[in-house]
Structure formats: C-alpha cells, structure tokens
C-alpha cells in the first residue's frame, strides 16, 4: 500500500469510493508507525486495538451511507489532549500514569466526525519548549535529519505528520508550538484565532494563549480538521460564539492585493545564510 503519500482529502475520497477500508488503512498507519517510530520517537502512546475498533465502527457507518468526509480516517492527538480512558503525560513523569476520565472537546469532536486515533504523540514537558528535547520519553527527532530537532512542543505531531506516519495530528501553539515546528518539518500547520477551538480538556501552560490547532500535510488537510474542530463550547468560558465557516470552500480565494508584513528585525544577526536566501527569494516572486 502507498496511501501514507496521500493527503487526507485524497484519503477521505478513497474511502467514499471504497477503494480501502478504514481498518485497512489503519493497519498500513499502524505498520509505519511501529518500523519510524522507533527512531523518530514521535509517540508517547500507541492505541492500536482501540484504533482498529474504531476503524471497524468507521467502515460501517460508511457501509450505511453515514458519516462525514473525515469518517474512518486515520489521526494523532498531542499527549496534551485529554483521552477517556488513555494516558494523557504531557510529556512529563509526574503524568506518567495519569488516564484521563474523559476527551477534551477537540478529541471528541474529532470522535464524532469518525476519525479514527492511533496514538498520542510527544511533546515538550507541559508544551514548555521549542525543540521537543524536554520530554520525559526522550527527545523527537525530526524525519529530514535526525541530528536536528522537529521543534516543539509539538514536535511528535509535526515530525509523525512530516514521517507519514500519519496523515495529520492534532497540536497545541502558545507561542509557536504548532507554528514553528510545522517549519522546521516541511509541512503545514495552524493556530486558529484564539476562541475558535475549546481548550476543554486541554492541559492549560498559558490560558490567555493557548490554542488547539491542527497540523498536516497541506492547507486542505488543515481546513478539514479544522472545520469539525472548532465552534461554540460553553465549557470553555473564552470559547467564541460565532458560525463556523467552510474552511475548504475559500481555499481557492484569490490572494492578489494581499500585503503581508516582514519584521525586518527577524532578518538580522544570528539568522542562518541558507534560511535568509530563501525568505529573500519568496519576497521577490
């Protein structure tokens, strides 16, 4: 099988056209996530049985004509994310037995929408780092080198995602924590406007910060996390109240006229040559 290269979207019209099943697309994740993860050290937690019970409902509701596009598709969440029944350590010892009595609002969306989660994966302690080497599991090694680090504190999100280990994954960013590690990997990440995503369940670092967000292979991948992620969570008192749009349906938006800003105090002493040449030449197109 070769559907690890596929996007989710891709992945998702698989799955309507019943060119695999979910159990069957679960089993290759599983494969790769066992043979990559022994370097990559990319996942706290695998749940591989839970996973294939999920898979198995998921493949139903499709025989059924239920479901959504994101029904059977295989996922990750960052070990910061409450699970019922899972350990959820934040990447820390004193968690370390720690099971969650029940799913933070994003995992049980997530849950509703049919995907299917193989596993939770490594972060920085307490998401309290940039580089995912202040795990309590041992640092994450990004998939492009691995003498250099994925960056955190989403870093097993990031470098499973970057690995195909799995198609997307769940992330958290205070500061960067999603942002700056979907950089270092290659691959696309969000942090949505504070409020659109409930932090229910989400073990706090900073509350005015904090966001849940999604990272993936592609905007298209984000934006259909995205839609069945976020909206109004009255459990979480800064949750805003507002219609959740069609994240996918503006991706095709024209971007002429667009001005983006460039602090040009980023592109001072200490930044690598290499990195500076290619902001310069993105600048320039």
Request: contains cysteine; proline residues 5%.
């Amino acid at each position: 099988m070769t559907q690890h290269t596929l996007s989710v979207a891709e992945l998702s019209a698989g799955l309507a056209a019943r060119r695999y099943s979910s159990l069957e697309l679960t089993e290759h994740f599983l494969k790769r996530i066992a043979a990559g993860n022994r370097t990559l050290n990319a996942f706290i937690t695998v749940t591989a049985e839970a996973a294939r019970s999920a898979a198995r409902a998921a493949d139903q509701a499709r025989a059924r004509g239920e479901g959504t596009a994101l029904t059977g598709v295989p996922i990750a969440h960052k070990d910061i994310f409450c699970t019922e029944g899972i350990k959820t350590s934040c990447g820390s010892r004193m968690l370390d037995n720690f099971v969650a009595p029940y799913d933070a609002t994003v995992v049980a969306r997530l849950r509703a929408a049919g995907v299917v989660m193989l596993g939770k994966t490594n972060m920085d302690e307490f998401a309290m780092g940039s580089s995912n080497e202040t795990s309590w599991y041992g640092p994450v090694r990004n998939p492009w080198d691995l003498e250099r680090v994925p960056g955190g504190s989403s870093g097993g999100s990031a470098a499973a995602v970057a690995a195909r280990l799995v198609p997307a994954a769940t992330g958290t960013d205070t500061g960067g924590s999603i942002r700056q590690p979907a950089a270092l990997t290659g691959i696309t990440g969000i942090k949505p406007t504070y409020g659109r995503v409930s932090r229910f369940g989400m073990v706090a670092f900073a509350s005015s910060l904090d966001q849940a967000g999604v990272l993936a292979g592609s905007a298209e991948d984000c934006a259909l996390l995205l839609g069945s992620m976020a909206g109004f969570d009255p459990r979480d008192s800064t949750s805003v109240d507002r219609p959740v749009p069609d994240y996918r349906a503006q991706l095709d938006s024209p971007v002429r006229g667009l001005r983006i800003g460039l602090v040009k105090e980023f592109l001072g002493d200490g930044l690598d040559p290499g990195v500076a040449t290619l902001v310069q030449s993105a600048v320039e197109v």
